[in-house]
């Protein structure tokens, strides 16, 4: 196909070829005269030959002419052919460049179009970037305006933390002086009952003419001395009986041994730190047996997709037989331990949100658990449904642990909140302000220990508000384990440690650290083997961790049935086995 721009040239050409041929054709054709006079001498001219002068006849030239013009005519023809398919060719040229140019305009009307469009986007474009210049400006004066207000914020955080000190204080100090003032008060009653005593023992008893007589007039003498009466009164009762000038030495012992024993009930009482009198003594649960030596896992036993998502409590009860555990689809599953297999045994319902923490009390019977409704729920072992509900928390329950008190817990939560529960009335009993979010507790004896975000732990007298201890640990606390002993406390920490504190000098024993072991959550739980001979924990990467804890040596690491990080581990009491849940819904036994 010919460009547009080489039809003109084409043209020309041609025009110039035809005007070439006619000037040719026109010196071709002979003058009439010349003709004519060929004609009348064509007889005579065809008889003679060519002259003397050598010059051709009239009939040779005419042959010649017309061979030319036969020439002539086919030269003529073939460019008449291409002037017809030059003619079709600048048709089609032309034609294609009407399209060309009818597809230019568009082409200039879309390009018109884009560069509306552009000149409009760019004054969009500007606009935006004004509003944001505008809204850096404010951005930057706002934060500004916050950081005032943290550092306001700061300051009043610091000055309630001060006033809580100084509340604290005074009522450590209020309750020190009440303890005082009970203490002498009951010392000043112990020294009257202790004079009755002395004056009864001297006194002279009158003797009745019956024995009857006799045993009511030591009853009511005895009676009379448990309930400290006067002296006077006493005189007065004797006065209307007969006396003798002597003592009875038969009726003296009996009135004495009757008084003694009166007055040990009176003074049968428990002294404990804080308290002056203790009332009736606290019923507690027997202790639980535990292993002289755990025996270290080595292999995986049982492994079972338990529950619908990801499990975040596991504990033992107190028989080693009997497992708990507790997952974000709300439900807490009971299993059997029987010959190296786990076996159901019962599903507990009605939880009101993911379950973080579960407890055996220590009878077995009673299962704890802290869930994320802001509440802890109680179950009887054998009842699918939850028996008490213990509400009062403003945010997410972390933590749930009986006391070893029958019919008391602990929870935490993230309310910045432990609270004490007397489960007999499903009734906080007491809150304490702990300052941080609570990630767990634990309960001893007389004190109660928390693990919290700001990497402290702190201790509470169980028997006043008081916090009396604060270790601060690097990380933020996770878990916390007691040993049995109540000796030794130990701590998982989101710096990917574990630290052993001796409580009897408050100071960290151990750092347990390995290669590859990270906590996977703010909930990651590790645990004391049962004769706190070996520390466990699991990893993000599904692996297990055991350390010695007198050595701080890493004795084993246990790998293979976890491919998510392990959410919390539980040692039974008898110390021959070990359950791992992790974060994809696995339950394993380890053996």
Partial sequence: MVPPWALPTLDNRLLEKAELLAQFSEKLQPEPTDVTRAL????????????????PSPAALRVKWQEEE???RLVCGEMAYQVVEKSAALGTLESQLEERQSRLAA????????????EKQEGQVDARRALNAAQRAAYEALRVHVGHQEAALRRLEEEARDLLDRLVRRKARAAAERNLRNERRERAKQARVSQELKKAAKRTVSISESPDTLGDGIREEADTLALAAEPAFLESEAGEKWKRPFRSASATSLTLSRCVDVVKGLLDFKKRRGHSVGGAPEQRYQSIPVCVAARLPTRAQDVLDAHLSEVNAVRFGPSSSLLATGGADRLILLWNVVGGRLEANQTLEGAGGSITSVDFDPSGSQVLAATYNKAAQLWKVGEAQSKETLSGHTDKVTAAKFKLTMHQAVTGSRDRTVKEWDLGRAYCSRTINVLSYCNDVVCGDHVIISGHNDQKIRFWDSRGPRCTQVIPVQGRVTSLSLSHDQLHLLSCSRDDTLKVIDLRVSNVRQVFRADGFRCGSDWTKAVFSPDRSYALAGSWDGALYIWDVDTGKLESSLRGPHCAAVNAVAWCYSGS?????DQARKVVLWH
């Fill in 577 to 581: 086995h070990v359950v791992s849940v």
């Fill in 107 to 118: 082409l200039e009307a879309r390009v018109a179009q884009l560069q509306e469009a552009r």
């Fill in 70 to 72: 036969e020439g002539l």
């Fill in 40 to 55: 009348h001498q064509g007889g005579w001219e065809e008889e003679s030959g060519p002259d003397s002068d050598g010059v």
